[in-house]
Each structure stands twice: as structure tokens, then as C-alpha cells.
């Protein structure tokens, strides 16, 4: 498990809107049950809905995605699919959004 890596979402129910799962969690709470995850969807389906600042727009093999900051959630790392990709260098992105969120600046 890793900081920032994107996890396929293996939920039949949620997995066309929501492909991946991004682990945000501080890999120093490796030990617990349960990580806080951001799901992406595709930036088709979110382009009416989505906001900039809070909703920052990443690719991920030549498609384009967003980072759903204001779904984020916590799930049972057993949940989590596979890990798919190293999304680190979005770093900033996803911190600039989650501070938006919780503090509006």
C-alpha cells in the first residue's frame, strides 16, 4: 500500500463512475484496518459537477481524470483492488484540493 497510489475499485456498484480508489493515508498508519481514499472518475462524467480547486483533473494512460476530493471516504484496505498506479506526482494537486475542502482556502 502506498501514499498516492490509485487502487482499482473492485465494486460492481461503483466501479463505471468511480474506476479508482486513491489511497491518501500517510503510509506511517500502514498498521491500521482501515485508509482514506479519494475515487476518481472519469472527467467526462464529472465535468458538469466538477469544481476546479477541489477538483483538479489528472491523466492516467492518455485519459483524464478527477479527483473527487468532497467523496473522500474511509474503506477496509482488504476492500481495495489491485494497485494500478504511482500517482505521487500529483501530490500537490490532491493536497491543494483536500485543504480546499477542509478549510476553503
Known sequence: MGQFCA???PNPATCVQYPYLLDI????LSELRTTVVIPLTPSKLAAPISLTRPNPTIAIDDNSFTIMTQEIAGIDRNQLGAQMYNLSS???ETITALDFVLSGI
Open 7 to 9: 487502487y482499482k475499485n
Open 25 to 28: 493515508q500517510s503510509d506511517l
Open 90 to 92: 500529483y501530490r500537490s
